[in-house]
């Protein structure tokens, strides 16, 4: 009679011995044929935040490192959370010039927040916004606004990111560093990069109007035009009416000394910025 016990170990010592061989080889040909990392590398990688955010359009930090120190075409400005100071490190590491950027940072165009727009059913589903949005497109009337399951909040690497009470997503500007991780992940794409030299913002993304999206969320851009007609650069373009919504041209707008559109909107749907933040914290959610 066979021993079966005896058969199995024999496999398994079998088994054994050949992954110590193959392991042995592959180990031996890694070696031979291993190429040499360029040192300096090294050196840009470690000096680059390791937010693996992808902002700089490659995939993670290494990447960007390896391209920028091995393609001269590639610049060293292009890690957008590590801003002027790494651009400088890693020009002066590679040799090359980085041209001034602005610093932008993530604004969320929604102030339809708790007991501002109306829900249309209770969702019970998965926390997640993209999820919420394949029932009905979302629980809420309104079809443009934020979802509030914090999709953005889990996807920022600096922490910069966190869920207000009024069931918002609330940008830390501080830590925020513009590295659009959040905007990528928001389904209905309410997360807008701008420049720290902003003057106004739209805290609007419907493209309703009118009386009935006024009943559905009390806090959004009617498409009235009052902001644009009343633009001190009207001419120039500076805030257009796109789909029944308020659009600001930034180029232009930031060079306004007179922000006379902020008096004329009925709803409060666009804001006055200082460096980055809202003038008056005043919050409709």
Do not use: W
Not at 15 to 32: H, N, R, W
Not at 93 to 98: I, R
Not at 105 to 131: M, Q, S, T
Not at 214 to 229: E, I, T, V
């Amino acid at each position: 009679m066979y021993d079966y016990t005896t058969i199995a170990m024999y496999a398994v010592g079998v088994m054994v011995c050949i992954g110590i061989v193959f392991g042995f080889i592959l180990a031996s040909a890694d070696k031979k044929f291993a190429m040499e990392e360029n040192p300096l590398i090294g050196e840009v990688k470690e000096a680059l935040p390791q937010g693996q955010c992808g902002a700089c359009g490659f995939a993670g930090c290494a990447k960007y490192a390896e391209a920028v120190v091995l393609d001269p075409n590639v610049p060293p400005n292009l890690c957008v959370p590590g801003k002027a100071e790494v651009a400088a490190v890693v020009a002066k590491l590679t040799g090359k010039v980085a041209e001034a950027t602005e610093p932008k940072y993530a604004h969320i165009k929604c102030r339809g927040g708790n007991g501002i727009a109306k829900l249309a059913y209770e969702y019970k589903g998965v926390h997640d916004c993209a999820a919420a949005k394949i029932v009905q497109q979302g629980p809420k009337f309104c079809k443009f606004g934020c979802l509030g399951f914090g999709n953005c909040t889990r996807a920022c690497p600096f922490g910069a990111m966190s869920m207000g009470e009024n069931g918002l997503p609330v940008v830390n500007k501080t830590l925020c560093t513009g590295c659009g991780k959040c905007a990528s992940v928001c389904p209905n794409h309410v997360i807008e990069l701008l420049p720290i030299s902003a003057k106004v913002s739209i805290s609007c993304s419907s493209k309703d109007f009118g009386a009935p999206a006024m009943k559905n969320c009390k806090a959004l851009c009617l498409g009235c035009g009052s902001c644009m007609r009343n633009c001190s650069h009207q001419e120039e373009g500076a805030i257009k009416i796109i789909d029944h919504l308020a659009v600001v041209n930034q180029d232009i707008c930031h060079t306004c000394d007179n922000a006379t559109c902020l008096t004329k909107c009925p709803t409060g749907a666009i804001n006055e910025m200082i460096k980055g933040s809202f003038k008056k914290e005043e919050n409709v959610g």
